[in-house]
């Protein structure tokens, strides 16, 4: 039974990456449609343009393009516009011919979302497929901790003890991964550092491939689980703790449990000290951290932003009678 977070927290849709399979004989028809998009945007009444992606975005692709949206005003084809999403079409190094797909949820909203969607199914169609056939080959699923700075908890993973530590100009731990810095990991960081303005958040990213259909994201396995949360503080000298940690090892404790994780942190300890320690910090555990809580509002996101105003003919209607799936994914 999960214990309820007093913050209040919900997952937050930060990041989609679809990839579709497309046949060798429409690559042609494909591309085709692209490059008359890209040409002359002004002859297409369906609100967005494409602009030429970057050299980084071509490295493993062939072609890459960035897919703006125009409000369905006139298009002024010179215009520095914002790009919403990536689109990019062939990979280099693959025997397969498929087609990557990446945009922002939370970045655009509801609305925005279903406008993009639905100017990259309109390039789809000439390969004769869809968004709705897409493969999720890479998800960002967060959470922000408002109020909280990134070292005032310590964070522990159930599988993948690696973890990388980066500092700010004050010294202070800004950005933890549990994991590679690339590919599947948990991000932890300063969010105000990291903008440069607005309030205290820390957020907490888990970045993966989970392999599944788009339209099957209402049956993803709760991705947090995997992560723990605790309180070092407990462990400090007092009456509860009269043998604790005293608080001028404090800053060492957190630094070193930072970037060694707590069996590295404790292992110099004796046993009986090192169990206790344990035994305290299990539980303690913030009362914030509830992902089985957290999680159950999953299916409300799924369909906010997408089954409430989504087409009928992608299949995403099944996203607003979801329900959460709280089964460990590890």
């Known amino acids: 039974m999960s214990v309820s977070s007093p913050l209040g927290l919900r997952p937050i849709l930060d990041g989609i990456t679809l990839t579709l399979h497309i046949p060798y004989d429409a690559e042609g028809p494909l591309m085709k449609r692209v490059l008359e998009i890209r040409k002359d945007p002004t002859k297409k009444p369906d609100g967005f343009r494409l602009r030429d992606g970057t050299l980084r975005q071509e490295l493993f692709y062939r072609r890459a393009f960035g897919v703006a949206l125009t409000d369905g005003g006139p298009v002024d084809p010179f215009a520095q516009t914002e790009i919403h999403g990536l689109i990019q079409f062939g990979p280099v ?8 797909f990446e945009f922002n949820p939370n970045k655009l909203g509801p609305q925005k979302t279903v406008e993009l969607l639905a100017a990259v199914d309109h390039i789809l169609k000439a390969a004769d497929t869809s ?45 933890l991964y549990l994991g590679k810095t690339r590919g599947e990991n948990v ?55 009269p043998n604790g940690i005293p608080s001028q090892y404090f800053p060492w404790l957190q630094a070193t449990a930072a970037s060694r994780g707590l069996k590295g942190t404790l292992a110099h300890l004796p046993k009986p000290a090192k169990d206790r320690y344990l035994e305290l910090l299990e539980a303690n555990k913030p ?3 509830s992902p089985d809580e957290i999680w159950s509002y999953w299916p409300d996101v799924l369909a906010k932003t997408f089954a409430e105003t989504c087409p009928t003919e992608w299949g995403l209607t099944s996203f607003a009678k979801a329900e959460p799936a709280l089964v460990d994914a590890t």
């Open 187 to 241: 991000c932890i960081y300063d969010r105000k550092a990291k903008l440069g303005e607005g309030p205290q958040v820390t957020r907490i990213e888990r970045r993966f491939n989970p392999g599944m259909e788009f339209s099957s994201l209402h049956e993803l396995e709760n991705p947090f689980l995997i992560l723990k949360a605790y309180d070092l503080q407990v462990l400090a000298t007092g009456p509860q703790v």
């Open 93 to 100: 190094h693959d025997n397969g011919n498929f087609t990557r």
């Open 287 to 289: 009362a914030f951290w």
């Open 131 to 175: 968004v709705a056939h897409g493969k999720v080959t890479g998800l960002d699923v967060a959470v922000d901790l408002p109020d909280i700075l990134p070292d005032r908890y310590h964070w522990e993973r159930t599988t993948n003890v690696k973890r990388i530590v980066f500092t700010g100009m004050s010294g202070q731990p800004e950005t």
